[in-house]
């Protein structure tokens, strides 16, 4: 039985907090994941979930209790945004490279500075080679659908990988919109029991958590973890289908949106792709064969899919709500021209850099990108390839 | 972006690294747009103790040779500390009235 | 978008436009329709203007930027008029609906706007009913008077449950917060 409801992006992320259920939260708050994590407490203070809730003072005590517990065994979450993120830095590597499946919420916001508290992605995506599985979200519906998605992504056996839910910042997590949540049972027996291969607790068997790792063995390590992310791709998939079959809802890599037979396409991540179904909406009224590639995973990075479903396009803008001052565009622009370098297509690919610091990004906005692609296909020219959308000159 | 913001500078005449290039320059934010309520002074009960002028948090008292003397309204939110404090009861707030309000 | 209604809220800090907004969605998420409810966040200023948005159909919504050419714009406090655009991006047929105890005409002069302007004393209703300004509840009634939107009968019925929910540590003033929105709705004055 499921639950019509309206709630904020947070509020929904705390219900499927609630639902998983974990043995542990160690968290901290930070702007704009705080409620989350008020929200999740109230929850423990109620004794309406069994978690242990460990009140640390700062974020990287969070992610460092968070990789204790999940060492011992235990279903290990957490949750943080951007600065957070940031002090979090070096126990985020480690628990990916500690194998822990734990999971967390991360309500994107700018990484200072300057500082500021608004959406853009620079603190996941600094955070793309850190070795998490990251799935993103357009609305508070899916934030919450990938949560308990992660919890069996990460916890699989041929993956064992820490996985980062993002949410827009503000745009999904203050805002109220409608959504479906399972019922709680639902839930519990999606995601099932929490059985660790290893663990501290097990005196039984008694095991070395984190041991120094030379020229010897780190490298060997290393593959393994990458091995773990070519296994989450096919995970990624069996779980959407078996998610799918349970709600009606989900998308395995990515949604085609009236990408079938269109020309030009906008690729984006997050709340920006609702806004750019918009945009589609209006030019296919137009007679313009408009149509977005939404990605929902990012890592690993779904290459031959992605390259499979956009290279019969004649043009394409992939949209970053980040930079990474590399002077030739954003992460997934980086990542999606690389992966049609192979497929050998004649798509022209040009990257826009968006909405950083929570600037609003709008359909008009939008529109305006899908205007670029036209003219690029009329006059087969690409004037320039990276640019900044709705920055004042 | 809102017609306000559309009419702020751009990237190529703003200073580096969200510097602030000019001292005192919240001067120039007037805050008295966010009042409801002002601040009316009582000349006659008034007796210059000027805790007024020690508490308000936006440095809106006006005093002058000693003498507090009214209420700077460009900076004045409203927020009724000062009648708060007054020990007797020389400042009362009143509502704001917009020039159309009845 | 078919049946797509947006609606853009001024106030100050502290008078519940964010919370008038998320009260609406709610309510009109009970009743079937597709909902957003959302602030602006700035830095958190009692008494600076602020705003607040809606977007309310019978179909999915998928836009996340805000809303610059809404279709009803309510005003919590009649001193913003002084220093805020209400009236910005609001079409030629467009609501204006403002808490204040002028008239129509009045309004409509001083904002040189010719679509539809309601009147209401929002304030005075709500000191007389709960005993402090708090004009983001009756303002309600007076939108669903002006506009239609929802239908009012069922309306009171899911908002007296938010306010149950909201108000579970202080239920003397939902009464209060009921009637605001009832005198509301009868006291709010078109030409």
Known sequence: MSNQVALTGNEAMAQAMKQINPDVVAAYPITPQTEVVQMFSQFVADGAVDTEFVTVESEHSAMSATVGAAAGGARAMTATAANGLALMWEIVYIAASTRLPIVMPVVNRALSGPINIHCDHSDAMGARDSGWIQLYAENAQEAYDNAIQAVRIGEHEDVRLPVMVNMDGFIISHAVENLELLADEDVKEFIGEYTAEHTLLDTENPIAVGPLDLQDYYFEHKVQQAEAMENAQKVVVEVAKEYKNLTGRGFEYFEEYKLEDAEIAILALASTAGTAKAAVDKLREEGVKAGLLKLRMFRPFPAKEVAKALSGLKAVAVMDRADTFSTIGGPVFADVRSALYDVKSDVEVVNYIYGLGGRDTTVEDLEFVYNDLQGIVNSGEVNKRVKYLGVRE | MSKKDKQKPGWKSIPEGGLILEAGNAIKYKTGGWRTHRPELDMDKCINCHFCWIYCPDSAVVSEKKEVTGFDHDYCKGCGICAHECPVDAITMVKEEPSTEK | ?191
């Open chain 3, 1 to 191: 978008m078919a049946n797509l209604t947006e609606i853009r809220w001024h106030g100050r800090g502290g008078q519940g436009s964010k919370t008038a907004s998320i009260l609406l969605g709610k309510v009109a998420s009970k009743t079937g329709k597709n909902i957003q409810a959302f602030p602006e966040y700035g830095p958190e200023r009692m008494g600076a203007p602020v705003l607040a948005f809606n977007r309310i159909s019978d179909e999915k919504l998928t836009v996340h930027c805000q809303v610059y050419s809404p279709d009803i714009v309510m005003v919590l406090d009649p001193t913003l008029l002084e220093s805020v655009d209400v009236d910005e991006g609001v079409p030629a047929d467009g609501t204006i609906i403002i808490n204040t105890t002028l008239q129509p005409s009045e309004i409509k002069e001083k904002l040189g706007f010719d679509g539809k302007v309601f009147t209401v004393d929002a304030n005075g209703i709500s000191t007389e009913e709960i005993g402090a300004p708090f004009p983001n509840t009756p303002m309600l009634g007076a939108l669903i008077k002006a506009t239609g939107l929802l239908e009012f009968e069922g309306f009171k019925t899911e908002i007296k449950k938010e306010f149950e929910k909201k108000f579970a540590s202080k239920p003397e003033v939902i009464d209060g917060n009921m009637k605001s929105i009832e005198r509301a709705y009868q006291e709010v004055k078109s030409e």
